[in-house]
């Protein structure tokens, strides 16, 4: 089965956490992905197990899918969705003609097993697995953030989380889950940092609203906020 395990040529770790400009496991992710779309359009869009992926989630989720309509690829895509579309139509026929086998009866008893019914057959219209893009990632996700578990073990990789931009919001949270006791005190002494700076780069900002001190140079807390938003969400995956 191709995931985006197969595509891990992301740069390190090491790499990652010294960038500091974003969250080491979502630059990661973002990477793998980058890679992922490489691949997906080059060899596996009408690969037959990528086919049926795509008819068991009824397509990407909603970001994925503008990301692909961004990415402009109409004849790979035109493809995928001739399956969908057929595989929807076939379904919506099949539920049709099962829905006119349902008994009209007035009886409460028949009323009670056609709404049974009625509700297993409208099943087959709903999606039996989630976006491959958001599995795929969710994986690489639990890969990246253990692999940071098992590396902060060591003393030099931890100064050098120390020193990094630190996880979004989301990967903390994620990482909390599975940490060790030591990585969780590491963990929560980073995201207090973080958030103690852009705390005072966000009282800043308020202290420049105020007319008294409005005419003093605008500096870094002004875009306190959008630090602040992205630190909670992470990078766009
Ligand atoms: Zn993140
Ligand atoms: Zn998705």
Same mark, same amino acid.
């Given at each position: ?45 009408? =690969? ?6 795509? $008819? &068991? #989630?009824? %397509?990407? /989720?909603?970001? +994925? ?88 073990? =060591? ?6 989380? $120390? &020193? #990094?931009? %630190?996880? /979004?919001?989301? +990967? ?66």
């Amino acid at each position: 089965m191709v995931t985006l395990a197969l595509f891990n040529k992301s740069p390190s770790l090491i790499e990652a956490l010294r960038n500091v400009e974003d969250c080491p496991v979502c630059l990661l992710c973002k990477e793998d992905l980058e890679y992922f779309y490489r691949w997906y359009f080059n060899e596996y869009y009408n =690969d037959t197990t990528w086919i049926a992926k795509i $008819l &068991d #989630s009824m %397509g990407f /989720c909603s970001k +994925h899918s503008w990301d692909l309509i961004r990415k402009g690829k109409d004849h790979e895509m035109s493809l995928v969705y001739e399956y969908l579309v057929k595989s929807t139509i076939v379904k919506l026929e099949r539920v049709s003609e099962e829905l006119k086998k349902l008994e009209l009866n007035k009886s409460r008893i028949r009323k009670v097993i056609n709404n049974k019914h009625l509700k297993e057959i409208k099943k087959q219209l709903q999606p039996i697995e989630v976006c491959p893009i958001c599995k795929s990632i969710s994986e690489r996700t639990t890969t990246w953030i253990e692999n940071l578990l098992m590396d902060l073990k =060591d003393q030099e990789i931890k100064e050098l989380y $120390l &020193d #990094s931009y %630190g996880l /979004c919001m989301n +990967h903390f949270n994620l990482a909390l889950e599975s940490a060790p006791p030591e990585a969780v005190e590491t963990l929560i002494q980073k995201q207090t940092e973080v958030l103690r700076k852009i705390n005072s780069d966000l009282e800043e900002y308020s202290r420049k609203r105020d007319y008294r001190y409005a005419h003093e140079p605008k500096g870094e807390e002004q875009t306190a906020w959008i630090r602040a938003i992205k630190f909670f969400v992470g990078k766009e995956l």
